[in-house]
């Protein structure tokens, strides 16, 4: 079955796009859901991570201390990628135990996740869709869907692979400016995914 990843920045819209993918029957992996989930049920990620961080990393009703492990990480590449190091592997676990669950002759399934190429899992797909958007659009849908400031917004962003790095090593592209141009896209896109 072919696995198709699909990523973009920060507020570009590749949850939208999945949405449509899934409207036409198509099953989606959300990765950035599901590394947020098994931070607390994957017993394996979850001593990984004490050991790493210590254990006020988790609340001692088992809940993530986000605050605690947000600090850490936020301005210190080394404890992130320390992080990442845990986390990703734990992922791709999940990805695997959710591919057995996809149901015999599905034409493929996306796997969304906004660090694809970053974390490396694009090499673990058999084609990557990148969803772009005017970088002022991207900030302005993100300080309304989450109430923050253009700075946060920003500065997420710069923490992020530049799109034109990512233009480089994907395989399709949709541009999503509005909602209209993009059904039409994504319709494409599906139709030379079935052939
Ligand atoms: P993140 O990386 O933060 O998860 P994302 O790339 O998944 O973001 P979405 O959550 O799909 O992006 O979109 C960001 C916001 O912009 C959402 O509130 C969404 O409803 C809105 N949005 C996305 N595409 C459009 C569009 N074409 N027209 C209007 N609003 C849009």
């Not at 001593?47 to 254990?55: C, Q």
């Not at 917004?153 to 994907?170: C, F, P, W, Y």
Request: aromatic share 8%; proline share 3%.
């Amino acid at each position: 079955m072919l696995k198709i990843g699909i990523t973009g920045g920060i507020g570009s819209g590749k949850t939208t796009v999945c949405r449509i993918f899934e409207s036409l029957g198509i099953p989606v992996f959300y990765a950035d859901t599901v590394a947020k989930q098994i931070m607390v049920t994957d017993m394996l990620l979850v001593a990984g991570v004490k050991a790493a961080f210590g254990d006020e990393s988790y609340t001692i009703e088992g809940k993530l201390n986000n605050k605690y492990i947000a600090q850490i990480v936020f301005n210190d590449q080394q404890e992130l990628d320390k992080l990442n190091a845990l986390v990703h592997p734990a992922t791709f676990r999940a990805f695997e135990r959710w591919m057995n669950t996809v149901p015999a002759g599905t034409p493929y399934i996306l796997k969304e996740a906004a660090l694809l190429f970053e974390s490396g899992s694009y090499r673990l797909c058999d084609k990557s869709v990148l969803v772009t958007a005017p970088v002022d659009i991207r900030i302005a849908r993100v300080m309304e869907r989450d109430e923050v400031s253009r700075e946060q917004v920003a500065s997420r962003i710069n923490k992020q692979l530049s799109d034109e790095i990512k233009k480089g090593m994907a395989d399709y592209f949709i541009e999503n400016k509005e909602t209209a141009a993009l059904i039409p896209q994504v319709l494409k896109l599906h139709h030379q995914f079935l052939k």
